[in-house]
């Protein structure tokens, strides 16, 4: 099949071109070649490109940058997503989009299915969730798939940063009462081939939940167990409401439910604690 992977040069896009190159042919863009604020060029660019599958993984995911650039964000995230819609439309192509968990207001303590209504609190959660939209109005067989606390080895993320600090630092300290599920580029790259021949919204994250706290303290007891050496094994816990330098507010419980996702693939993603245990041992520890 011929693949083409927006956002290539991101932590997700990267991890899925890898994943996929050995089977299919891939091309990935990343932003500095195809970028999704000029829609005409967009448009122009993929008329002249051949391909069956589009897998859309280029966003603003900045959240508290697009609290203060809305327009910039729609823009990305919202309509953009619509013109690659109509683009796979008018090319009979199928459509993989990204979205994410904080299309959701955090106010529930059950995980979330897909039928759940969303109800943003931030600016990148609205535009995200106009994304949905404008790419499910165009095409029913395109599929949305949101996802949570992305990590990988392609760019580095909040398991990054508490292990470098932690490797600096006799003190580290994460948010414990904010509550969702880590997930693996490299599980999301393995589980999306499994079902993405379906439409529609799709939740995808390895199994379980946990706090910042306690998803740093998971990834500090590995690299110990690893032989890595850190200053500081212990995370403390912080609120959520301490953390006065975001600008947009967070959901507190995001956790996604995988029960379309189990049911359409016959099976259910690793549990996020062997995620990241995987993921320290494979990328972190060797470096
Ligand atoms: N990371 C998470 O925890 C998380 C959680 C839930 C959902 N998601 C969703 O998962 C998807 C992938 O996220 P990710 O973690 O891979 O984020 P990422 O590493 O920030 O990747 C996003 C990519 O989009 C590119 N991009 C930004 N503006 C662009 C533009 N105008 N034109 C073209 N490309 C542009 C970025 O390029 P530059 O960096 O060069 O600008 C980057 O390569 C996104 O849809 C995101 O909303 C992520």
């Given at each position: 099949m011929k693949l083409l992977v927006l956002g290539a040069g991101g932590r997700l896009g990267a991890a899925l071109v890898r994943g996929y190159s050995r089977d299919h042919d891939v091309r990935g863009f990343s932003h500095a070649e195809l970028?999704?604020?000029d829609l005409p060029r967009l448009r122009e660019a993929l008329a002249t490109l051949d391909f069956d599958l589009l897998i859309n993984c280029a966003a603003l995911t900045n959240v508290d940058y697009c609290e203060s650039h809305r327009a910039e964000a729609f823009l990305i995230n919202a309509e953009a997503p619509g013109v690659l819609a109509e683009t796979c439309r008018k090319k009979r192509a199928k459509l993989i989009h990204f979205s994410t968990?904080?299309?959701?207001?955090?106010?529930?303590s059950t995980p979330y299915r897909e039928d759940d209504a969303a109800a943003p609190l931030s600016v990148y959660g609205e535009s995200k969730l106009g994304g949905e939209r404008a790419v499910l109005d165009v095409s029913e067989e395109a599929l949305v798939v949101r996802v949570s606390w992305v990590f990988g080895p392609d760019r580095p993320s909040f398991v990054d940063q508490v292990i470098r600090r932690a490797r600096e630092h006799d003190q580290v300290a994460a948010v414990s009462d904010k509550i969702s599920t880590p997930t693996y580029t490299f599980d999301i790259a393995q589980s999306l081939a499994a079902t993405w021949e379906n439409g529609g919204l799709l939740h995808l994250a390895n199994e379980g939940a946990c706090s910042w706290q306690e998803y740093a303290q998971h990834a500090l007891d590995c690299c110990t167990a690893g032989g890595l050496k850190l200053k500081s094994n212990h995370v403390d816990p912080l609120k959520l409401?301490?953390?006065?330098?975001?600008m947009a507010r967070r959901p507190v419980y995001t956790v996604l439910s995988t029960d379309r996702f189990a049911q359409l693939s016959g099976f259910r993603p690793r549990s996020w604690r062997e995620a990241v245990a995987a993921y320290v041992k494979d990328h972190v520890a060797k470096q």
């Open positions: 970028d999704l604020t968990d904080y299309v959701f207001d955090g106010e529930r409401r301490d953390m006065t330098n975001f």
